[in-house]
């Protein structure tokens, strides 16, 4: 069983006489900070340069500094940039601020499971990993909830990485949910694998194959969409708040029927063997190498894959379909 925590399991204290410096302030920047700060927390922001998040930061009452001066005032520096600039950022302006006693935190194991960042012995790692976006963070937190969390502890130099880590969940309200113990590893592993195989990838392709299927049988491209994407909202909003058994008694006996006696077989062992191919390509390091170990053809790479989504037939025949349902406007 996971082991969870509490608000009544955690106290703030390790927090308390300490200045947590947040690197960076977008989505889960912004949000962690105002969390933070409305907990009672010292923060700086530290940033790159002054563009659009500069001056956010400062309409919400921060004065951010640059990344090196807010590592050097930070007892607790939270790396809260994109993964894929961690290696750089880390060089160039973190690892020369790392005093004995410090803490080195993360809101997602990649860069620390896959050697992006090597921390030197002397300093507490840790990651508390939101499971929701910023804008959920700071919603839910405002209204006296909180978004559930991942906590990890890779390197506990003074003995207290842990309390610390909990104190920090606690702070971005995640204990009033919930923050269930976890590793790095065991995070990224199944945060990558979950994107590539099901909430990202996966979906994509079985929506896109069901489209295909039916456009190809010679049916209507607006009512393939209909049937394979745009009601699926629907059932993953049944899904979310209330599983499988709450959607299947929502729909009718013949979806129940149909899907339970044809699902599996589409979707079936094969597809597993797929997905546990992919999960070993994760686990062996070579995603990882894929994607960071050459970031400049990586982002070619994407770039050029994010033009072939926007051009598909899929993606116009759904821009159209969208505005008719008043789901997004012109322009």
Known sequence: MAKIYYDRDVDLGPLLNKTVAVIGYGNQGRAQALNLRDSGIKVVIGLAMKDWSWDLAEEDGFDPIGISEACEKGDIIMMLIPDIVHKEVYESCVAGKLKPGKALGFAHGYSIRFGLIKPPSYVDVFMVAPKGPGTKV?????SGFGVPALVAVEQNYTGKAKEIALAYAKAIGATRAGVIETTFAEETETDLFGEQAVLVGGIMSLIEKGYGVLVEAGYQPELAYFEVCNELKLIMDLIYSGGFTKMLKSVSDTAKYGGLTKGYEIVDEHVKENMRKALEYIRSGKFAEEWTGNIEESMRRLKELMKKVEEK???????????????????
């Open 313 to 331: 037939d899929i993606e116009k025949v759904g821009r159209f379909v969208r505005k008719m349902a008043g789901i997004e406007n012109e322009g």
């Open 138 to 142: 700071r919603e839910t937190y405002k």
